[in-house]
């Protein structure tokens, strides 16, 4: 499986942008997908995800509110919407996926993940 990242880019603070992330290549192994993300002065942590056979969709808690993950299964695609951003969202972007069918505690563990794409550096500016 193979995982393309877009979208991110400079902003200002309290603005917007949408990540994508396709997936290609025995995508019908994946059953999770999610987004994490690191700074350099941080480890990478989890943001969200989305279960292509569930409804919840965990979010860490420094973006609940702001940011919304969504997918198309028939694309293949995974989408972060982050809105109202402010410059400690500043970080590279990942988007990860999984063949397992991991229960929602399981989600926001990076190891858990098998599959990662190449990262999209999201800069928010003050």
């Known amino acids: 499986v193979q995982l393309q990242a877009s979208g991110g880019g400079l902003v200002q603070d309290g603005g917007s942008l949408r990540l994508s992330c396709a997936a290609s290549g025995g995508t019908f192994n994946t059953n999770v997908m999610g987004w994490f993300r690191q700074s350099p002065e941080k480890e990478r942590e989890f943001v969200a995800a989305i279960r292509w056979s569930g409804r919840n969709t965990p979010y860490a808690d420094s973006v609940k509110g702001r940011f919304t993950i969504s997918g198309d299964r028939t694309k293949n695609t995974v989408y972060l919407q982050m809105n109202s951003l402010k410059p400690e969202d500043t970080a590279v972007y990942y988007c990860?996926?999984?063949?397992?069918?991991?229960?929602?505690?399981?989600?926001?563990?990076?190891?858990?993940?098998?599959?990662w794409g190449q990262g999209t550096l999201v800069t928010v500016s003050s």
């Open positions: 990860a996926a999984s063949a397992r069918n991991w229960i929602l505690s399981a989600l926001t563990s990076a190891r858990n993940y098998e599959y």
